[in-house]
């Protein structure tokens, strides 16, 4: 890397260091704490996320939507799926220590992790297991999966491709989640990637933002699909009713007549 690209690479890691800040939730409060309901929309992400948030407004785009009655937006840099210690360096322990155990449960989530996990880690076997470690804590709730774009350098390009290979076979063993193809979108748009072909311009960030509120869209449609009751008719012989009816008569006779 040269001076001058090492220079910008640390301006923006500065920028993205001192800018970041917790999870926001529209509304003002965290769903589920203090007898809140409603629905509840999570994205959890990394730096891409945050991007999205600081330069897009995904809180508020997605807010707007009305799709859901709570929005958190929880991006933070570095972030990896799981496998790890950290809480907030770490999605599935994230959504263990910061919502779970404070109640927070949320209806759907989306989420956009594994552009850091593929520089750290290289095989199927380690993708697998983190992919579900986070799965596993999420729960049945329906889920959208955003998948990897890294083409910073041939060794996180080829683990990009073997990461969202294996994302769309783990998911394939959790009906209420799906993955976004969020690397063909990269690839078909022009001026997305920032220079370090990692993150994203101000521009890219719109996009990755309204890819969010098309994805949350969705999953209220599938929450409500997942909700929806079925009605059951069940025939019942005349003989039947009578004998019920009797019955019914015979003991609200015997409560009205009881001293």
């Not at 920028?15 to 929309?41: H, K, Q, R």
């Not at 729960?139 to 769309?168: C, I, K, M």
């Amino acid at each position: 890397m040269t001076r001058g690209a090492l220079r910008r690479c640390v301006a923006v890691s500065a920028l993205l260091l001192l800018a970041i800040t917790p999870a926001t939730v529209a509304g003002g409060y965290a769903p589920g704490v203090n007898g809140t309901g409603g629905s509840t929309l999570l994205v959890l992400g990394d730096s891409l996320t945050w991007g999205a948030n600081y330069f897009a407004k995904t809180q508020s785009q997605l807010a707007a939507t009305q799709a859901f009655d709570n929005v958190i937006v929880d991006g933070w840099w570095s972030r990896r799926i799981g496998g790890i210690v950290s809480t907030t360096y770490s999605g599935a322990n994230t959504y263990k220590n910061t919502y779970l155990k404070k109640r927070v449960y949320p209806t759907a989530v989306i989420v956009a992790l594994g552009t850091n996990d593929v520089y750290f880690l290289s095989k199927k076997r380690e993708y697998i297991a983190v992919i579900r470690e986070l799965m596993d804590a999420i729960g049945p709730v329906p889920v959208v999966w955003l998948n990897v774009h890294r083409v910073d350098s041939s060794r996180t390009t080829a683990r990009s491709r073997v990461f969202n290979r294996t994302l769309e076979r783990v998911l394939a063993e959790y009906p209420l989640a799906s993955v976004y193809d969020w690397a063909d979108k990269a690839k078909t748009t022009s001026r997305l990637m920032a220079f370090d072909k990692i993150h994203l311009t101000p521009s890219g960030y719109k996009v990755r933002s309204n890819v969010y509120a098309e994805l949350a869209t969705t999953l209220a449609q599938r929450v409500s699909d997942a909700t929806s009751t079925t009605t059951t008719t069940t025939t019942i012989d005349a003989t039947t009713t009578t004998i019920e009816s009797t019955t019914t008569t015979t003991v609200a006779t015997m409560t009205t007549v009881a001293p």
